[in-house]
C-alpha cells in the first residue's frame, strides 16, 4: 500500500519546484533543498524524491553541482526553449514544402547559437487530437517550453489551450488571420508582386503567365491581387495562362509549362511567373521541351526560399525571401515578446533578388 502513496507524491514534489522556479521564487543558481529536507517535508522516501529531480534535471529546470548539491539551470526550459509547430511532417511529401525545409534548417542553425533547445510538433491538429498536439500541449503546461513558432498555421489553435496558456511567447507566420494571441510575420507578397511586374515590364514583357503552387486553391483575392498588380505596370495576362498546381504528382507543371509555350504564336506568354519553387525544376524543364529560349523569348520569375535554391533546366530570376532573416526576426520578436517589449501587429520580411542578399 506504501508504494501508490510515493506515487502519489512524486507528482506534488515536481510541482512544486518546477512551480518555485516558473514564478521567479528560485533563481538560477539557487541551491535547492536537500533530499533530506525534501523526503521530510513531503514525507516521502528518498526514491521518490530522486524520482522528481530527475525528472526536473531531465526537463531541464535541474542541475546537479556533485557533493554540493542540486542547483536551478541557469538557462530555464519555459524561458529558452523554441517550439516549431508545423501542420505538416518530413514524411508528408504531399504537404512538406520547400519553405518548411529552409526555414526548419535556418532555425536549427541559428538556435544551435542560443541557449535552450528547438522543439519540433508536426501534423498537429486540435480536432484530431493528434498525437504531436497532445504533446505540444503537455510540454506548454508543464513549462517545458515557453516560445511558439507556427509555421504553416496559427487560426486552427485559437481558443485552445496552445493559444490559451499564459506566460508563452507566440508568432505566427501568416497573413490569413488575426490571432490576438500571437504576432504575426509573414514574407510581403506584395512586394513581391510588385517588383516581379517591375521587372518584367523593364524587360520589355507584356503578356504573362502565371503558375500558382499549393493545396488550396487562390481564391479570387489572390488572382485580382495579381491583375492588378500587372496592371498598374502595363502588362496583362489571360483565365487560359493562369494555372494552379499541387505539389503531387511530380511532373504537372513540366507537362503544363511544355502545353502553355508549345507553339510559337504572336499572342504566346512572354513572361512566366512561378509562385512556388517546389516547380521550378518542373516548369524550367516544360520550357526546355517547349524550344523556349529564356531571356529571348521570355523571361521567368521564380519565387524562392534562400538559401535553398532548386536546380532548373533554364535560367530564371529568383525572387524571394531570406529564410535566415526570417528566422533571427522571428526569434527577435519572440525575444521582445517575453520581455513585454512593443511590436508592430504586422511584420513582414521584403522580397529580394538574388543579387540583392550580400547587399
Known sequence: M??????????????FIRQRIVEGKWTPGRQI??????????????????????????DGFLISGGQRGVF??????????????YMSSPDDPHHWTRFCQALDEQMQAAMSARPGRMLRYHQVRPRDDSEDYLALTADLKAHRLGRLLFVQTGKDMVDTPVMQLPNVARVVLTDRADIPEAAMLYPDLDAFRQRA?????????????????????????VLN?????????GLQSDPRWQHHVTFHPSGWARHLVHLLFDRDTPNRPDALIVTDDHFAADATQGLR????????????VVQCNYPRLPACSTPVT??????????HKALEMLDALQQDR???????????FSQELSK
Open 225 to 233: 491581387d495579381w491583375a492588378q498588380a500587372m496592371t498598374e505596370h
Open 289 to 300: 521541351d517547349a524550344g523556349v529560349q529564356v531571356g529571348e523569348d521570355l523571361d521567368v
Open 197 to 221: 511586374m517591375a521587372y518584367l515590364a523593364s524587360r520589355g514583357r507584356q503578356r504573362v503567365a502565371l503558375l500558382v503552387g499549393g493545396d488550396d486553391h487562390p481564391g479570387g483575392d
Open 72 to 85: 536551478v539551470a541557469e538557462h530555464l526550459p519555459h524561458a529558452c526553449n523554441l517550439g516549431l509547430v
Open 318 to 327: 529568383w525572387l524571394g525571401f531570406d529564410t535566415s532573416a526570417l528566422v
Open 2 to 15: 506504501s508504494q501508490p502513496a510515493a506515487h502519489a507524491k512524486h507528482p506534488r514534489i515536481d510541482q
Open 33 to 58: 533543498p536537500t533530499y533530506d529536507e525534501l523526503e521530510d517535508q513531503f514525507g516521502v522516501s528518498r526514491a521518490t524524491v530522486m524520482q522528481a529531480i530527475t525528472r526536473l534535471k531531465h
Open 342 to 352: 512593443p511590436l508592430p501587429t504586422v511584420t513582414k520580411i521584403p522580397a529580394l
